[in-house]
């Protein structure tokens, strides 16, 4: 009596147990997906375009940086100008005869640098490229990739080059006394001068006297 309570009580244990398996069994399993395609719930990594430094005097060189693009894949970049505000830190800003602020215009070189280039990027969907621009203002970087369709946006300012400062000619100072010593200079010895002559002509004609007395 006592062996069929223990076997009956074994029976319901090993019921209670198998009951949460049989359970998780009958659950949906995820399936893979089909042809590649990531599950509908899939959030891709957004893409990264950075752009260092942001701000340089034309004539210098930035990076353009890239990440979480597709793997091994072409980036196309497309670089858009904007002139440069009157309130750009670092620059004076234009200013008319009323007062009123003058936005900066966009100054090109004789060869400008490209509008649209392109990057391909590593196994880790990352890139890396130097780009010297040729143009004052506000560039605006945008990265579309072939593939992978992911798109990205840097901006980057570019300053015009500080001239130097306008300096007079240099000329020295003109002072009443520097002017009055020369001039004074000047009459002294032309006095003297005149002086020296007198006495010549004087001391001429007085030994012409003398001599014709004599005679």
Known sequence: MRLS?????LTVG???????????????????????????????????????P??????DTAVLRGRNFGPNEIVDITVSVAPL????????PARRSDGSAVAMTTVAYPHPAPRHF???TDALGRFTVKYRPSDVGRLTFTAVGRES??????????????RP????????PVTGDSIGTPMKVGGGLVGAGMVLMLGSVLWRRRNRFGAGSAS
């Open 5 to 9: 309570r223990i076997i009956m009580a």
């Open 118 to 120: 392109t990057a391909r």
């Open 14 to 52: 090993l019921a209670v147990v198998a009951v949460p398996t049989a359970a998780g069994a009958a659950q949906p399993q995820p399936q893979p997906p089909a042809n590649g395609q990531p599950p509908p719930d899939y959030v891709p990594t957004p893409a990264l375009l950075t752009v260092s």
């Open 149 to 162: 369709d992911r798109t990205a946006s840097a901006t980057l300012t570019v300053l015009p080059k500080k």
């Open 54 to 59: 942001t701000t340089i005097v034309i004539g």
């Open 85 to 92: 505000a009157a309130s750009v830190p670092g620059q004076a």
């Open 165 to 172: 400062p306008h300096r007079p000619p240099h000329h020295l």
